[in-house]
Nanobody, 124 residues
Framework: QVQLVESGGGLVQAGDSLRLSCVAS????????MAWFRQAPEKEREFVAR????????DYADSVKGRFTISRDNVKNTVYLQMNSLKPDDTAVYYC?????????????????WGQGTQVTVSS
């Protein structure tokens, strides 16, 4: 069982930066593939980024590539999402997720554990 708690969201202006954090409970954090998803109002939840267990490989949605960076600290049981050059279209609730599956990392169904989400609002 893994519990995930996100933090770091807020209200910013277009062009600003934010760093989201997700702290995981338990001693097996390093065995999980970690990801960030987001859900805007009246839209489906969508993949943002994921990072493999060791942190050696990352993957991003095209809409955030070059602006967002996912990273992890397996000692602190934490995964981060550094978001730069934020746009109003980035406004959403951001969710942290964890899985031990080795495939389908961009799909919601691949993830067993989810955080409660943190709101990010970008004004124009």
């Amino acid at each position: 069982q893994v519990q995930l708690v996100e933090s770091g969201g807020g209200l910013v202006q277009a062009g600003d930066s934010l760093r989201l954090s997700c702290v995981a409970s338990g001693r097996t954090f390093s065995s999980y593939v970690m990801a960030w998803f987001r859900q805007a109002p009246e839209k489906e939840r969508e993949f943002v980024a994921r990072i493999l267990r060791s942190g050696s490989m990352t993957d991003y949605a095209d809409s955030v590539k070059g602006r967002f960076t996912i990273s992890r600290d397996n000692v602190k049981n934490t995964v981060y999402l550094q978001m730069n050059s934020l746009k109003p279209d980035d406004t959403a609730v951001y969710y942290c997720a964890a899985t031990t599956k080795l495939t389908d990392w961009r799909t919601i169904s691949a993830y067993v554990y989810w955080g409660q989400g943190t709101q990010v609002t970008v004004s124009s």
